[in-house]
């Protein structure tokens, strides 16, 4: 509304009107530039040298030497993997430098860019395995989707627990994967008080391809990070399991 | 007046000045709301959080730093978590009816933070999605429409209103977050199973993740083909994702002359866009377990219809109850 006499008080809040647009439009440009750059592809979560030695990850940069290859650029595996871990180390050292002073904003106001989503197929991926000893033999209570042994299977296949689940099939987690079995084994005490023991370990196999899938093939593969732990560590006399008297550590066999 | 003045700067600044009917809004805080839902509430009922979220000392089993929030309430006991998840999921209640929505949004925001940082195996892209839209909601004025805030605001007013109108930025935001997560995703999708070239075997191969997969999913060697054309479909929706904000813009010009521009429109790749994006969505939540991702995501794809759309789309609704109300 058109105001012929204005009074003085209300100058400085139209002022403010007239900026307004402007600082908000600056502020709105600050968040898209904040956006766009913590978005920018970076290989965070591979930043870890000996997880590169998984065959999942081998495979893969086998492909890209191939298709390098396949253009003429021939590079022997630890010439292209040393120069992959250079070029990520600097990237990764001038992003940080780029991004720190949206740092807070992205801390505290909840604007983190993290969208590395299904990078690559994790072709050799590994199932939990969980057993308990109990009248001097082993009783699988749990296997990763397995509607059959079903111990806290509610508990362990929710969303957010299959995340942690697929980081502690990977050996540089093995310490967080034992404290989930130190957990598991006080829980075990409780659901099986007969029960002495507690192992789990994680069934590694290759994923089948397409044709052998449809034909019904049953995948081969090896129990690998096998960790056993005592329900019940105070008490004296309890029987002691074999820790891997059942089967080798590591050894092929069929999917279970 | 800005809008006056010429220039890059100017344009910018009248398009962020825009305002517009509150609908679009409403339906994101509505989908939002209910997405908290999901995310509180699904460790709730399985008991996972008291797993995740708790101290090794507490009945976790890990050891649990803690942003300020939960170091300030006492540490991440079960009494603390078990307040926070409480908390947050009335929160959500709160987005759902639009009750104090700003503030809310900006509560379940701290609280989703405080509760998802405390053990950082146990998360997904969702931990970065919803804050992110909470953030949008806090800033939008995301109670003006369908909401108890509208009804309080009408029935206090005095005199009584002019049909509402929001800031249009927000809602724009809301679209240019889902197009950054999309093409930021596709990018980083370097698999040489993915990238057009290679055998297309990506997606074949995820299904076949015990981790990810809602039951076997062995049968998807019968569908070898689908699976690589679905692959081949993803990565090109993700990466070409930014092409849609030309899309729009042709939509929002479409009196302006140009071949491009009119075939566009006559091909509607805007609904294209959403019923692709809607369908992968829902594919995912169908074959995968995820968590609250795909609840996130389509909670944005009510700002990709304009408010007036979503007035129309009402009126269809409810033909007889006259206008839509604020």
Redesign the interface.
């Known amino acids: 509304m058109p105001d012929a006499h204005p009074p003085r008080a209300a100058a400085p809040p139209r002022a403010f009107a007239r900026a307004w ?2 600082l ?2 600056l502020l ?2 600050l ?2 530039l904040a ?2 750059l913590g ?3 970076a290989p965070s979560g591979g930043m870890k040298r000996g997880a590169w030695r998984d065959p999942t990850v081998q495979d ?1 940069f086998a ?2 030497r191939g ?1 390098l290859a396949a253009v003429g650029l021939d590079v022997d595996a630890q010439t292209f993997e040393d120069e992959l871990w250079a070029f990520a180390t600097r990237f990764m050292a001038a992003r940080a430098v780029v991004l720190k002073p949206f740092g807070p904003y992205y801390r ?16 050799y ?3 939990l395995h969980i057993d308990i000893y109990e009248n001097g033999h082993w009783v699988n209570v749990y296997e ?2 397995n509607p059959g042994p079903d111990w806290k299977q ?2 362990l ?12 099939s990977w050996a540089s ?1 093995e310490r ?1 994967y034992r ?2 079995a ?2 598991i084994a006080k829980a075990a005490a409780v659901d099986y008080p007969e029960a002495s023991a507690v192992r789990l370990r994680w069934f590694k196999y290759k ?10 093939v049953e995948p081969t593969g090896s129990f690998i990070m096998t960790h056993v732990v005592p329900t019940h560590p105070d008490e004296t006399g309890a029987v002691t399991p074999p820790a891997t008297a059942a089967e080798p550590a590591d050894a092929p066999v069929e999917a279970p | 007046m ?1 809008a006056q003045a010429p220039g890059a ?1 100017a344009r ?2 009248g398009l ?2 825009a305002r517009e009917a509150p609908h679009s809004l409403a339906a994101f805080r509505v989908g939002v709301g209910l997405c908290l839902w999901h995310a509180f509430g ?2 709730l009922i ?3 959080w008291s ?2 979220w708790v101290d ?1 000392d507490h009945g ?4 649990l730093g803690g942003g300020w929030l939960v170091s300030a309430l006492g540490g991440p006991t079960p009494a603390v978590i078990g307040g926070l998840l409480g908390l947050g999921l009335l929160l959500g209640l709160n987005l759902v009816v639009g009750f104090a929505s700003r503030l809310s949004a900006f509560a379940a ?1 701290q609280v ?2 405080a509760i998802t940082n405390l ?1 950082g ?5 969702y931990d ?1 999605l ?3 839209l ?2 949008l909601l806090t800033l939008a004025d995301s109670g003006a429409g369908a909401s108890v805030d509208a009804w309080l605001r009408a029935r206090w007013a005095s005199p009584p209103t002019t049909p509402v109108r929001v800031s249009a ?1 927000p809602r724009y ?1 809301v679209i ?2 889902l197009l ?2 999309y ?3 596709g ?8 990238i057009p ?2 055998d297309l ?2 997606l ?3 299904l ?6 809602r ?2 999913m ?5 569908i ?1 083909p689908l ?1 690589q054309l679905a692959t081949l479909a993803t990565w090109l929706f993700e990466v070409g994702a930014p092409a849609l904000i030309l899309v729009l813009w042709w939509r929002r010009t479409r009196a302006r002359p140009g071949r491009l521009r009119a075939l566009a429109n006559r091909l509607r790749l805007r609904d294209a866009f959403v019923l692709f994006g809607l369908g992968l969505h829902i594919g995912i939540m169908s074959l995968m ?3 609250p991702f795909s609840t996130a995501s389509m909670a944005c794809y009510a700002c990709l219809l304009h408010p007036e759309e979503w007035a129309a789309l009402l009126r269809r609704l409810r033909p007889s109850r006259g206008p839509i109300p604020a």
């Open positions: 647009p402007h908000r439009a709105i440009s968040h898209v956006v766009i978005a920018l592809p893969e492909a890209w298709r505290h106001f909840g604007t983190l860019q993290t969208w590395r989503m299904f990078v690559a197929p994790h072709r991926p590994a199932r990763e989707q509610g508990l296949e929710q969303d957010r627990f299959r995340s942690a689940l697929f980081r502690y987690y967080s404290q989930f130190a957990w994923t089948l391809p397409p044709a052998q899938a449809a034909a019904g | 800005s700067w910018w600044v962020l000045s699904s460790p399985t008991g996972t797993l995740i090794v976790g089993y890990r050891p925001l989703f933070l053990n195996h146990t998360g997904g892209s970065a919803i804050p992110n909470l953030w930025w935001l240019g977050q950054t997560m093409c930021s995703s990018l980083q999708k370097v698999g040489a199973s993915w070239g290679g075997s990506a074949y191969y995820i076949q993740q015990p981790t990810w997969q039951f076997d062995r049968w998807a060697g019968h070898f699976t377990e995820v968590g």
